[in-house]
């Protein structure tokens, strides 16, 4: 099977969380999984422009599905939002022709191809876990994670609302968990592995942001968790980066080692270069290390 | 169909003399069908195991909205779930609602959740707003929530209510979208003003569990959705919810993608910047800071004019509700 895909990072992994997309990319090549930049892709508008301009919005996910259908390629992402965004769109698409209509009728005048409604919209996670035989991908583990015990974070937007994702989401949804298995970890079970990171009210309800980061990594700690990883870049951003900040505010020290997925499969992978683990504010270096892997 | 046997591990809560709830774990076997609600279940543990298990029910149908509790580890009807959904390695895990203080058991004091009801003013109210004309559309938008049944399962689930005592919840907005979309409400714009202060509309974290947690098919965060849309085209923009909002549409016009340099500054302003400087610093100890001209993409003279375009032809997209046809 030909695993080639329009690949759509999102702007934080373009920024901030490039580490997300150096790794992304370093074990999608591992994995023969050949991931094709998209030149014409804006921003998704995430959940604002949703509200500041729908009709706006519809178009704009119209326009980045396009360019993907006119490559002849599913779209792939590694960002929660993006891919609730770009889905939430094309399931509107698919089920509202009448709408999709409307929509192409703006955007070809503006020059846009039409979009066919033809795609799939992906996050990186599900096609190594869904479309790749597990041994493919155990046959690249050239250090088996040895028991570390990860704590899955699976976030918001890849998981709700469940009937519109092209894999299996809501309560359903265990990519991470089977991931985790697989690279030769332990997943941990703790309250919090499917609520939010407070990403998108970071500047407006920054408290609340703060309390909902320290509750998540204080629920996985206590549960034994050694490290975390997310499959978004926003919630890396959050869980990771604001956790010293979180810390501040609840006035208690968490220190629990946070990463992106593709950041541990590049681990177990041996990709080393690619892992960008000294990006990350809460280091996992020593957690590795304990297992063996350093 | 067979009989399946299965632990019911319940969350048994007390008073203690000096006001604090004394919490235990208790497990209770049962046999049953797979498709057995978990409420006939809880009732035959109260008739034949204990009778001091205390927990809220009535109609039986899911329309009472009395039974719900959080069971593995959701927030559900007990009425309406069927125990073989719900059993990990045939456990059943049963504790009260959460974010309201518990009374006993299952049962929790409701008060807080219709509190924040009460405070949207749950009535149509006489004023300037109010249409005259019905078309046959009226209904499109309100129908979408008159479905609610206050049973308080969003709230429960609700992220931000974890955090935030302050914070309205999904139903009580969902109704507030219930007034500000019916033709009749006199007081839309008064109400769109009141729910963009602090800890109402803006709040929400757009995490979408209400959406999976309600039993009715609400989808309480698209309401918010709407509502933030209709305060926007309201000219409601003061505060860091709609200048957030709004600066994704100002970049992705101009740009395409998102300015993240700016973004703290165009959201919080320039005092709420100086705030946050600690944390800034913080960030850039790790190279986490955004360049402040980010990639510009291909092609962006077709989205100004698809802007351009929609600014001079709107374009309806909003979801509409089922039309209600009666019986």
Redesign the interface.
């Known amino acids: 099977m030909r695993l080639d895909f329009a690949y759509y990072p999102g702007?934080?992994a373009?920024?901030?969380?490039k580490e997300a997309d150096v790794a992304a990319r370093a074990v999608a090549n591992a994995l023969n999984i050949t991931l094709h930049d998209m030149?014409?892709?804006?921003?998704c508008?995430?959940?604002?422009?949703?509200?500041?301009?729908?009709?706006?919005s519809?178009?704009?996910a119209a326009?980045i599905l396009s360019e993907a259908e006119e490559s002849g390629r599913h779209l792939v992402t590694i960002c929660n939002t993006c891919l609730q965004t770009l889905t939430h769109a094309n399931h509107?698409f698919k089920n509202e022709p009448e709408?999709l209509d409307?929509?192409n009728h703006?955007?070809v005048?503006?020059?846009?191809r039409p979009y066919q409604a033809t795609i799939q919209v992906y996050h990186l996670l599900w096609v190594i876990t869904d479309q790749l035989d597990p041994k493919v991908v155990q046959a690249k583990v050239v250090k088996p994670l040895n028991g570390l015990r990860v704590a899955p974070f699976y976030g918001?937007?890849n998981?709700?609302?469940?009937e519109i994702f092209d894999s299996a989401a809501?309560?359903k949804a265990d990519h991470l968990d089977r991931l985790i298995t697989l690279l030769g970890g332990e997943p941990v079970a703790y309250?919090g592995h499917d609520?939010?990171c407070?990403f998108?009210?970071m500047?407006?309800?920054?408290r609340?942001?703060r309390?909902?980061v320290a509750?998540n990594c204080l629920n996985a700690k206590n549960a034994g968790a050694e490290v975390m990883i997310t499959p978004c870049t926003l919630c890396d951003?959050s869980m990771g980066?604001?956790q010293?900040?979180a810390e501040k505010a609840i006035g208690q020290s968490i220190q629990l080692p946070e990463m992106n997925f593709a950041q541990l499969i590049a681990v177990a992978m041996g990709l080393n270069d690619s892992a960008g683990l000294?990006?990350?504010?809460v280091p996992p270096q020593a957690a590795l290390a304990a297992r063996g892997l350093s | 169909m067979s009989e399946n046997h299965y632990t019911f591990r319940i969350q048994r809560n007390r008073k203690a003399a000096d006001g604090r709830i004394d919490s235990r774990w208790v497990e209770y076997p049962v046999s049953a069908t797979p498709t057995t609600t978990v409420l006939t279940l809880l009732e035959e543990i109260k008739g034949e195991q204990d009778g001091s298990l205390t927990f809220r029910q009535s109609c039986r149908s899911a329309i009472c909205g009395s039974c719900a509790m959080k069971i593995g580890?959701?927030t559900r009807l007990a009425c309406k779930t069927h125990v073989e959904s719900v059993a990990h390695n045939g456990v059943v895990e049963i504790a009260p609602q959460a974010n309201q203080p518990v009374l006993k058991d299952l049962a929790i004091d409701i008060g807080p959740f219709f509190t924040r009801i009460h405070a949207i003013r749950p009535y149509l109210e006489d004023g300037p707003d109010t249409d005259l004309v019905l078309e046959q559309s009226a209904y499109d938008q309100v129908n979408h929530v008159t479905q609610c049944i206050l049973c308080g399962s969003c709230y429960s689930d609700c992220?931000?209510a974890?955090?935030?005592q302050e914070?309205i919840g999904p139903a009580a907005l969902a109704k507030a979208f219930r007034f500000v979309s019916d033709p009749r409400e006199g007081q839309k714009e008064r109400r769109l003003e009141q729910l963009s202060h602090p800890h109402m509309m803006?709040?929400?974290?757009?995490?979408?569990?209400c959406?999976?947690s309600c039993p009715k098919d609400v989808?309480p965060m698209e309401a918010i959705?709407k509502l933030?849309?209709r305060g926007?085209a309201k000219g409601l923009k003061d505060?860091?919810?709609?200048k957030?909002?709004?600066?994704?549409?100002h970049?992705?016009?101009k740009a395409?993608?998102?300015n993240?340099f700016t973004?703290?500054m165009r959201?919080?302003g320039i005092l709420?910047t100086l705030e946050?400087l600690?944390?800034a610093f913080?960030?850039m100890?790790?190279?986490?800071?955004?360049?402040p001209l980010?990639?510009k993409?291909?092609?962006?003279?077709?989205?100004a004019?698809?802007?351009e375009?929609?600014e001079e032809h709107?374009?309806?997209?909003?979801?509409k509700a089922k039309e209600v046809v009666p019986e």
């Open positions: 702007c934080a373009k920024q901030v969380q030149p014409r892709a804006t921003c508008g995430a959940v604002s422009l949703r509200e500041t301009k729908p009709a706006f519809l178009a704009v326009r509107r709408l409307k929509i703006v955007i005048q503006a020059g846009v918001c937007h998981l709700r609302p469940e809501g309560e309250d609520k939010c407070g998108h009210v500047l407006s309800d920054k609340e942001m309390a909902m509750k951003m980066s604001f010293g900040p000294n990006r990350l504010h | 580890g959701r992220v931000m974890e955090v935030s914070f803006w709040t929400c974290a757009r995490c979408a569990m959406v999976e989808k959705v933030r849309t926007i505060g860091p919810g709609p957030h909002a709004l600066a994704f549409h970049d992705i016009q395409g993608s998102l993240e973004l703290m959201t919080v709420g946050e600690g944390t913080h960030l100890k790790k190279g986490k800071v955004p360049s980010p990639h993409s291909k092609g962006l003279e077709e989205l004019k698809i802007y375009i929609l709107p374009l309806d997209v909003e979801t």
